[in-house]
């Protein structure tokens, strides 16, 4: 697994895989590239700085959450 970062696009980018790519899928900031058999081979996040921390947000505020029950 391969991860990169370009600052100035702003885009993450996780190889998952050697694969070749054939399609991807988009939803809403998040871009899934597939193989032709339907194998995930790479997943780019578009504004990844606000991207990921609205993915976060949740999963840490349940943690806290979790943490002083």
Do not use: Q
Not at 7 to 19: F, Q, Y
Not at 20 to 26: H, V
Not at 34 to 60: C, H, Q
């Amino acid at each position: 697994m391969k991860v990169n970062y370009d600052k100035s696009t702003d885009i993450l980018t996780i190889e998952l895989s050697e694969e070749k790519i054939d399609y991807a899928e988009e939803e809403e900031n998040i871009i899934l590239h597939l193989s032709k058999s339907g194998k995930p081979v790479m997943l780019e996040i578009l504004d990844a700085s606000e991207t990921t921390l609205s993915i976060l947000k949740p999963i840490l505020s349940e943690r806290k959450r979790k943490a002083k029950a």
